[in-house]
């Protein structure tokens, strides 16, 4: 038998990069390779990319700058890009980086054994094509492999939302979602490999729309099938858009049991005219009467958000809006974020705010959620949690996992194993984690 080839992938951005940079190597896996941990012990290396943050394409060339010895000690190696760089860079990056042999975007990793194949006939490989075949169709069944106790589960790709600063519509596509079906196979066959929680992934999740045996489906209507999988003991699912918020979604918090209390729900600013300008389609009071209308269902329900500061236009009164709102929903985590420029979505066109002026507003905003954050926290201490442990802590015989609030949480426990849920008593809070005993 000829020796496995080495595969690197290394893997930037979002959960849904995570999840396809799995099913890569799943991929490449039956053209003869294995995932290494090193570039250096590499055949291919396969950079997945994210074009979500300024400079993001720049960032990428560097990295690739340093693959430069390893391909000239090694002329074999192969370089791929892969991701949202690859599809808003095309060829671009290939002239630019005469080293890379391979460029694949999102919508077309499925055809990553035949690009590989070119390569190794010498030849270069670009697919940034927006294929009209559902890539899943044409991917390998998930090895049987034993895994860990979570796992992500990509059931809807694409945005038709075209908020004014996302680049998401220009290299994800058009909202797309898997039929019911094949996410309830890939769910049984993750629980057979040992995961107990999924969380299910999408651009704009709660758009979902796949296609079950009676028609298409809603994100509630997944999730109450998923809740009839013997074995999964924990539903989550990211990222959600506040206009996509249903009824019958909102009502899921409160009544199925396998839906964890924890929502990721961005508003972005608590500006009105900010949020128009951003084509949010909402105002900052509907958010909040959607929050309020979820912690009606799920009373304990831990929020997190997303904050863009600094987006062009944005003045001083603004700002304070967006404080307000923080203030008044009280946020169990949040990302906030300085507005950075992504060439070709509308807000790119914009006059920027002062950098200081941003640079500012952040750190007082960041301030605010931190404080909630840890305020949320502290309110945890005595407490009874669900724990799912995940992994071996850093002293001897202590366990890490995710409570259903998804709190980091350590605890002393030497006789729990990896994929074991033990009710824990919080004891403590850290900065980023909880720490708990047994009960």
């Known amino acids: 038998m000829s020796e496995a ?34 570039a250096d012990q590499a055949d291919m290396i396969l950079l997945n990319t994210c074009h979500i943050r300024e400079k993001a394409a720049e960032k990428i060339y560097s990295e690739l700058g340093r693959f430069k010895g390893l391909k000239a000690a090694k002329p074999d190696l192969k370089i791929g890009v892969a991701g949202c760089v690859a599809q808003a860079e095309g060829e671009e ?5 005469p080293m890379v042999d391979l460029v694949v975007g999102p919508q ?68 797309v979602s898997r039929p019911v079906e094949r996410i309830l196979t890939e769910a049984r066959d993750l629980v057979e490999r040992g995961v107990k929680e999924i969380t299910l992934l999408g651009q704009n999740v709660n758009a979902y729309h796949g296609l079950g045996k009676d028609g298409p489906m809603t994100l509630d209507q997944l999730i109450w099938a998923l809740n009839d999988v013997d ?46 300008r951003m084509n949010r389609n909402h105002t900052a009071e509907e958010y909040i ?70 640079d500012e507003r952040l750190q007082r905003l960041q301030a605010l959620l931190s404080e909630q954050q840890y305020a949320v926290q502290d309110s945890m201490v005595g407490r009874e949690v669900s724990v799912l442990f995940e992994r ?25 194993a990896r994929g074991d849920i033990r009710k824990v008593r919080i004891v403590n809070t850290e900065r980023n984690s909880l720490g708990g005993e047994l009960i």
């Open 231 to 276: 074995g999964l003991e924990r539903i989550r699912f990211t990222t959600s858009h506040p206009n996509d918020m249903t009824d019958a979604l909102i009502a899921a918090h409160g009544e199925c049991e396998k839906l964890m209390p924890y929502l990721h729900l961005p508003v972005q600013s608590g500006s009105d005219y900010i949020l128009k």
């Open 289 to 358: 009467h959607l929050i309020e209308r979820i912690r009606a269902a799920r009373p304990d329900i831990l929020l997190s958000g997303d904050f863009i500061v600094g987006f062009p236009e944005e003045s001083d009164a603004d700002f304070e809006d967006t404080m307000s709102l923080v203030r008044e929903v009280n946020y169990g985590q949040a990302y906030s974020f300085k507005y950075s420029s992504r060439p070709g979505t509308p807000a790119a066109e914009r006059a920027l705010v002062d950098a200081a002026v941003a």
């Open 93 to 97: 990056i290939m002239k630019r980086q």
């Open 392 to 416: 071996e802590g850093r002293l001897e015989g202590q366990m890490v996992g995710k409570s259903e609030y998804l709190h980091a949480v350590h605890v002393t426990a030497p006789n729990t």
């Open 108 to 175: 077309s990793y499925h055809r990553l054994p035949e690009m590989e194949a070119k390569v190794t006939e010498g030849k270069k490989a670009l697919d940034t094509d927006f294929p009209e075949e559902d890539k899943f169709e044409h991917m390998p069944n998930r090895p049987k492999a034993s895994r860990g106790p979570t796992a992500f589960l990509t059931v809807q790709e694409g945005c038709d939302k075209f908020c004014a600063f996302c680049v998401v519509p220009y290299t994800r596509g058009a909202e």
């Open 5 to 38: 080839k080495k595969l690197f992938i290394k893997t930037y951005g979002c959960q849904m990069n995570v999840y396809d940079s799995e099913r890569m190597a799943e991929t490449l896996g039956g053209s003869g390779y294995e995932t290494v941990e090193t």
